[in-house]
């Protein structure tokens, strides 16, 4: 049985940061894209940043590329979303998800996807950010 359980979250002024953490409770860690995703109310589910658990590779979604840092501790099968200049439009609920995909490149190198088609989801940690 395959369990995603998120915390981290909180409530935060704009120019804060939170580390977000995802246990990742699956019979086989290696060999997955783990992906974190974002929905503000009224908003489509967007994704965030992904890493794979056997390539290391990371992907950023353009708005936090450069504030933000995915990382994963292998032997705690945990996946860390760093959050830093925190604005209220990154205001939403933070979600992670799991499955084995299909790699996609860019730049020369490859990357787990953030398109929401994920099989294996968490119920999410809410990040509010106040100006």
């Known amino acids: 049985q395959v369990r995603l359980v998120e915390s981290g979250g909180g409530s935060v002024q704009a120019g804060g940061s939170l580390r977000l953490s995802c246990l990742v409770s699956?019979?086989?860690?290696?060999?997955?894209?783990i992906s974190w995703f974002r929905q503000a109310p009224g908003q489509e589910r967007r994704g965030v940043a992904s890493?794979?658990?056997?390539?290391?590779?990371?992907y950023y979604e353009a708005s936090v590329r450069g504030r933000a840092s995915i990382s994963q501790d292998n032997a705690k099968q945990t996946v860390y979303l760093q959050l830093n200049s925190l604005t209220p439009n990154d205001t939403a609920m933070y979600y992670c998800?799991?499955?084995?995909?299909?790699?996609?490149?860019?730049?020369?190198?490859?990357?787990?996807?953030?398109?929401?088609?994920?099989?294996?989801w968490g119920q999410g940690t809410q990040v509010t950010v106040s100006s």
């Open positions: 699956i019979d086989t860690y290696t060999g997955k894209c």
């Open positions: 890493i794979g658990t056997g390539t290391l590779a990371t």
């Open positions: 998800a799991a499955d084995r995909r299909a790699l996609r490149t860019s730049g020369g190198g490859w990357y787990c996807p953030l398109t929401p088609d994920y099989k294996y």
